[in-house]
Antibody, heavy 118, light 108 residues
Framework: EVQLVESGGGLVQPGGSLRLSCAAS????????MHWVRQATGKGLEWVSA???????YYPGSVKGRFTISRENAKNSLYLQMNSLRAGDTAVYYC????????????WGRGTLVTVSS | EIVMTQSPATLSVSPGERATLSCRAS??????LAWYQQKPGQAPRLLIY???TRATGIPARFSGSGSGTEFTLTISSLQSEDFAVYYC??????????FGGGTKVEIK
């Protein structure tokens, strides 16, 4: 079955760190660009990071310098290291897949909830 | 950064009626526009890419149109399972890709 499964979410204090994982199956993981997209409760979607097939990485200004995306093709896995977390980072984090040339997302995981609170 | 604006925020429609959702980009995104459907507690699902191409398995009652800065998603005859939130997303100028704020389609 073609799927993405996130894990690693939880409660963390402001200023803390968390590492999310995404396990891919059913497709050639190394051939796709991979992304993290988040959604605060009751809010819209926000793209958080991307990694290309060659390991090139991309971030929006809101997380640049705090979040690091990485991938391990041998394990069909995607990661998001989140440091210096803030209350505004509280959201469901989705792992998503796109082609190399067109960054629309044709496969999504079910998401993992990150709560930043003291 | 390209700003995507969706209207209306909420659309009240009776089952069987047509729904028309709009999405506007702050600058041209050519045809690099996708639409997603999201139901409560679920991940978004890709409906349309390239402004008008239906994704695999998407029923023909969903259609997309437009190019440049103005786009429309039409649901020709609303079914009960179509009541959800719909998002547009541009992928012409990235990073970042950007999403609209969403349109909630509710039962009238």
């Amino acid at each position: 079955e073609v799927q993405l499964v996130e894990s690693g979410g939880g409660l963390v204090q402001p200023g803390g760190s968390l590492r999310l994982s995404c396990a891919a199956s059913g497709f050639t993981f190394s051939s796709y660009d991979m992304h993290w997209v988040r959604q605060a409760t009751g809010k819209g979607l926000e793209w958080v990071s991307a990694i290309g097939t060659a390991g090139d990485t991309y971030y929006p200004g809101s997380v640049k310098g705090r979040f690091t995306i990485s991938r391990e093709n041998a394990k069909n896995s995607l990661y998001l290291q989140m440091n210096s977390l803030r209350a505004g980072d509280t959201a469901v984090y989705y792992c998503a897949r796109s082609t190399v040339t067109n960054w629309y997302f044709d496969l999504w995981g079910r998401g993992t909830l990150v709560t930043v609170s003291s | 950064e390209i700003v995507m604006t969706q209207s209306p925020a909420t659309l009240s429609v009776s089952p069987g009626e047509r729904a028309t959702l709009s999405c506007r980009a702050s600058q041209s995104v050519s045809s690099n526009l996708a639409w997603y459907q999201q139901k409560p507690g679920q991940a978004p699902r890709l409906l349309i890419y390239g402004a008008s191409t239906r994704a695999t398995g998407i029923p023909a009652r969903f259609s997309g149109s437009g190019s440049g800065t103005e786009f429309t998603l039409t649901i020709s005859s609303l079914q009960s399972e179509d009541f959800a939130v719909y998002y547009c997303q541009q992928y012409n100028n990235w990073p970042p890709v950007t999403f609209g704020g969403g349109t909630k389609v509710e039962i009238k």
